[in-house]
């Protein structure tokens, strides 16, 4: 059974940092790309990036809003994908999930983690 | 960067009522446009791929159609379950993009 749990979301202070994990079991994690979407509270959903995998050179994209400041990783003997946010604005509030294109697009969704950021 | 729009932002339907729901890339992205269904605190589920193509569980009341700009989810025979918010989501082009979303409630 594919598995997605994230944790590591919690309160910090605008332009602090704060690392999000993605644990993932049920598949192989190393073939995967792994991708981050956020959802501000009452709002819709935010493609935040992906890092594809070690065949494509784990080759990472993102969302211009968190460019520069949010770094995705991963590390494939844990089987577990990282965000680094760096620099979070209050604006980057908002529950963040882990997601994957297993046999289809974004079939699989872990639960999601809460960032809130503010003084 | 591909924006996605989507129609109504609300719509409040009675039961066995068909609904319409539709999607507007603002450039073309052929069929690589997916929906999902979000219920309250819940996280995203996937209901219809590639624009036309049913996923295995989601019942058959939801179907989709479209290509290149413009694309439709339909929800035929509406039950109280369908409460939910609806997004569409493009994998055309990087960065991908979500729709705003369209919230469907029952009267």
């Known amino acids: 059974e594919v598995q997605l749990v994230e944790s590591g979301g919690g309160l910090v202070q605008p332009g602090g940092s704060l690392k999000l994990s993605c644990a993932a079991s049920?598949?192989?994690?190393?073939?995967?790309?792994m991708h981050w979407v956020r959802q501000a509270s009452g709002k819709g959903l935010e493609w935040v990036g992906r890092?594809?995998?070690?065949?494509?050179?784990?080759?990472?994209a993102y969302a211009a809003s968190v460019k520069g400041r949010f770094t995705i990783s991963r590390d494939d003997s844990k089987n577990t994908a990282y965000l680094q946010m760096n620099s979070l604005k209050t604006e980057d509030t908002a529950v963040y999930y882990c997601?994957?294109?297993?046999?289809?697009?974004?079939?699989?969704w872990g639960q999601g983690t809460l960032v809130t950021v503010s003084s | 960067e591909i924006v996605l729009t989507q129609s109504p932002d609300f719509q409040s339907v009675t039961p066995k009522e068909k609904v319409t729901i539709t999607c507007r890339a603002s450039?073309?992205?052929?069929?690589?446009l997916h929906w999902y269904q979000q219920k309250p605190d819940q996280s995203p589920k996937l209901l219809i791929k590639?624009?036309?193509q049913s996923i295995s569980g989601v019942p058959s009341r939801f179907s989709g159609s479209g290509s290149g700009t413009d694309f439709t989810l339909t929800i035929n025979s509406l039950e109280a379950e369908d409460a939910a918010a609806y997004y569409c989501?493009?994998?055309?082009?990087?960065?991908?993009?979500f729709g705003p979303g369209t919230k469907v409630d029952i009267k």
């Open positions: 049920g598949f192989t994690f190393s073939g995967s790309a």
């Open positions: 989501h493009q994998s055309s082009s990087l960065p991908f993009t």
């Open positions: 590639y624009a036309s």
């Open positions: 997601t994957i294109n297993w046999n289809d697009p974004f079939d699989y």
């Open positions: 890092i594809r995998s070690k065949a494509n050179s784990y080759a990472t």
């Open positions: 450039q073309s992205i052929g069929s690589s």
